[in-house]
């Protein structure tokens, strides 16, 4: 592998792609967390070794829910002045049936990943705000493939680091309404060959301290080592909630 192996279930610090209004401003940490509902579809093709069978998925979230194993998404910000961090984390796993050159295959596919960034708020007014950032995005993919017919039977289960360079920018659209759009890019064949992430929600300000978001997300990677490969893509609507302190 390109890049060292990861745990990367370790802390998460605060982290985030929804919901402060741009106008808001605190000379001291302000910070929000946010775990949300992801209506993920997956795209994608897993080839487990050379001249391995390549199962590909094509899934509606629909799809994804009859054979969702488990999911799990949380997302948070934290700010003080014009330094900001943010990450999310994400882990879904999904399979799949189908019939493959060499017969009958079955194939999962199982991710976790955790981004995190740091930087700068190049731009804060009363319309909007604009961050940029740079960090990282840490993966553990698992690609399972069974194709019984030809007797094989492959688990490869990768663990790479993607660095990463990010902006968020938030934009005030009423007093209680604000939309937020974030874009990352990475890979640069440091861990995988690319990776990238779009984020846009539209937030409402129910109190003080609690927000409601809806949106849409989509997380890509390619990864290749050696014969291993996987690219996938995962798109959707979303929904959160956020507690801001």
Do not use: H
């Not at 509606?60 to 910000?77: I, K, N, P, Q, T």
């Amino acid at each position: 592998m390109r890049a060292s192996t990861v745990k990367c279930l370790s802390a998460l610090a605060a982290l985030a792609l929804t919901a402060l209004p741009a106008a808001a401003q605190d000379s001291g940490w302000q910070g929000q967390i946010t775990p949300y509902v992801w209506a993920s579809g997956l795209g994608g093709d897993i080839t487990p070794f050379t001249g391995g069978p390549t199962v590909s998925f094509d899934k509606s979230f629909s799809d994804v829910l009859e054979d969702l194993d488990g999911a799990f998404f949380l997302s948070g910000y934290a700010r003080k002045d014009r330094f900001v961090v943010l990450g999310d984390f994400s882990y879904s796993s999904s399979s799949k049936g189908e019939l493959t050159p060499v017969g009958p295959a079955s194939g999962k596919l199982r991710q976790t990943s955790l981004t995190l960034a740091a930087g700068y708020r190049a731009v804060s007014n009363e319309s909007m705000t604009l961050d940029l950032l740079g960090g990282a995005r840490l993966w553990r993919i698992k690609g399972s493939v069974e194709a019984p017919g030809v007797g094989i039977q492959s688990s490869p289960g990768k663990s790479f680091v993607d660095p990463i360079l990010a902006l968020r920018a938030n934009f005030a659209l009423a007093p209680r309404w604000s939309a937020i759009f974030y874009a990352d890019v990475g890979g640069f064949g440091v861990g995988s060959e690319s990776t990238s992430q779009i984020v846009a929600t539209a937030n409402y300000q129910v109190n003080d301290n609690l927000y409601v978001s809806a949106g849409y997300r989509q997380l890509n990677v390619d990864y290749s080592d050696g014969g291993t490969r996987i690219d996938a893509t995962m798109a959707g609507p979303l929904l959160g909630m956020t507690w801001r302190f």
